[in-house]
């Protein structure tokens, strides 16, 4: 019963033992008379010793392969504390430089028309620096089970439009970029706002940082689920990066110049699983980006 569950690992031990079983029986029959033979277990046991050499010898490998699998995990964690890093402080640069440059320019500015674009610009700015503290915050709560989630009836169109008059701001988008259908004008959920707020802002913000095409989001309710997708014409996803677009830290373009964490979509993934919804990507890279997101059992309107 001990060594069952580790014959894999223990397999020399195993045949170290089974080599003996015969000169043992063997010497117990020649001590019995029953039969008239050397006696040989003293020559077996050097075997035995053998195997178990060999076992420990593979034990050795073992381990080294396991140190060396560790090391490769250490190396592979670091590499991405330096992308979270270099993300991060990319992130803070860019938007610092853009207020900086605003306060600079300040009292420069005479004209009605360029006033008004510096406090666009300015919003745009402390918007973004907002959203990065609020995110850092809000997936650090995601993670520690620390979120103090609320279930309350909200209509999910109001939301929408909260978010896409956010996610316009932040990216500076013009008016009408992101188009937003709906089989119903009320589309009540029970749930937390806020959280679906953050959800569905970081997949229009990226649809409209990624892309210049316009981002469509269209809201279906049946009778078992609410699928929502959120589709733009830009770049895509590379085919090599879709399957860890999700994860931390992993941004879907190289491009350092679009403003990103590279946390959004995780925050997306993290939701989503505490709703019980299930998301799909599809991606054609150079041609477009599509998520769907597919909620079940929706509250009754």
Request: hydrophobic fraction near 35%; aromatic fraction near 8%; charged fraction near 25%.
């Amino acid at each position: 019963r001990t060594y069952g569950p580790y014959r894999d690992r223990l397999r020399f031990i195993g045949i170290g033992f089974i080599c003996l079983v015969p000169p043992v029986l063997n010497d117990m029959l020649t001590t019995m008379g029953v039969i008239h033979t050397p006696r040989i277990l003293v020559f077996a046991f050097p075997i035995f010793l053998g195997f178990i050499a060999l076992q420990l010898s593979d034990g050795i490998i073992q381990l080294n392969s396991a140190i060396k699998e560790q090391e490769k995990e250490l190396r592979q964690l670091e590499r991405k504390k330096t992308g979270t890093i270099l993300n991060i402080s990319q992130e803070f640069q860019h938007l610092f430089e853009g207020i900086k440059k605003l306060l600079d320019q300040a009292p420069e500015k005479k004209d009605g028309r360029a006033k008004n674009k510096s406090n666009r610009d300015l919003d745009c700015y402390l918007t973004n620096l907002e959203n990065l503290i609020l995110d850092s915050r809000l997936l650090s709560q995601l993670e520690n089970n620390e979120y103090p989630e609320r279930h309350v009836r909200f209509n999910l169109m109001d939301q929408m439009k909260l978010v896409v008059d956010r996610a316009s701001r932040a990216t500076q988008s013009r008016a009408g970029r992101v188009t937003v259908h709906s089989s119903s004008d009320e589309m009540i959920f029970r749930g937390d706002p806020e959280l679906f707020h953050a959800m569905m802002y970081h997949l229009v913000e990226n649809g409209l940082l990624y892309s210049e095409s316009d981002v469509e989001v269209r809201l279906v309710r049946d009778e078992r689920a609410i699928t929502i997708t959120v589709r733009d014409e830009g770049p895509g996803i590379p085919s090599d990066q879709q399957d860890r677009i999700f994860e931390k830290f992993v941004r879907g373009s190289d491009d350092h110049s679009v403003a990103g964490s590279g946390i959004g979509l995780t925050i997306v993934d993290e939701i989503a699983g505490r709703m019980g919804a299930s998301l799909r990507l599809d991606s054609g890279p150079g041609f477009y980006t599509s998520i769907e997101l597919y909620i079940p059992q929706p509250e009754a309107a």
